[in-house]
């Protein structure tokens, strides 16, 4: 399972990139207009530190995202372009496969979104779970069934679980068996904790303090 942050803060990459498990960062335009900075520098300061970066195009016409998608692959081997689900979002996945430039497609709330998607030949697609939670559905229930739809099928592309919330996504993205799930800063910095941990190691290090002295 590959694990993503999902920032455009360039000191969060680096720091979660330290810890030696972090395969990717997922960019969006409003993350990006958040931290104020140059999408450009943003974007290849990430590259430096990960391998897999998510930079998405902004133009909503098929010829306009795909200029975008060849201009962002030369910037750095590691960029992926994310291309919304829409009709041009399609033809630009499609246009992309055939120029061997990596793509992943965003905004995805729906099964028949993602054989669309699949068949255009994304590389990775992003359900956003948490979006569907907000509006009263259940986004880890969508993931079971565009998993179980593709086990039907010998589609390359990967099930990227977006629009993380909580640690509790990123357990039931693993047990399902989804190949990537990209998760907030906030989020990411919970995984390492468990109180039984935090207590035992409290209780080893009481004990060896006895030992020492
Ligand atoms: C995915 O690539 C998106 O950047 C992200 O997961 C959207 O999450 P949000 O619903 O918290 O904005």
């Known amino acids: ?13 680096a720091e979660i990139a330290a810890w030696g498990v972090l395969d990717g960062v997922t ?7 958040k931290e104020g900075q140059d999408f450009k520098e943003t ?38 372009v994310k291309v919304p689900m829409t009709v041009e979002g399609l033809k630009t ?5 055939g120029k061997g430039i990596r793509t992943n497609c965003t905004l995805l709330f729906s099964v028949e979104q993602a054989v669309l ?21 259940d986004g880890m229930e969508l993931i079971a069934k565009i998993l179980q739809a593709f086990e039907h099928y010998a589609f390359e592309t990967e099930v990227l679980v977006a629009s993380v919330r909580k640690p509790e996504h990123v357990e039931r993205a693993a047990i399902l068996g989804a ?20 207590a035992g190691l409290k209780k080893f290090m009481d004990d060896w303090a006895k030992v020492a002295s």
Request: hydrophobic letters at 45%; aromatic letters at 6%.
């Open 27 to 33: 960019t969006n335009p409003s993350l990006v207009a």
């Open 43 to 80: 974007v290849l300061k990430m590259c430096a530190l990960v391998p897999c970066v998510s930079a998405q195009v902004t133009a909503e016409d098929a010829e306009g995202m795909q200029k975008q998608a060849v201009s962002y692959s030369k910037w750095h081997k590691h960029v992926v």
């Open 117 to 137: 998607a699949a068949k255009a030949g994304a590389t990775m697609l992003s359900p956003f779970v948490g979006r569907i939670d907000d509006a009263g559905g």
């Open 93 to 97: 996945l499609r246009f992309c496969k």
């Open 1 to 13: 399972m590959k694990l993503f942050l999902d920032t455009a803060n360039v000191d969060q990459v």
């Open 179 to 198: 190949h990537i799930a990209t998760i907030p800063y906030a989020v990411f910095k919970k995984l390492p904790l468990h109180p039984l941990t935090d």
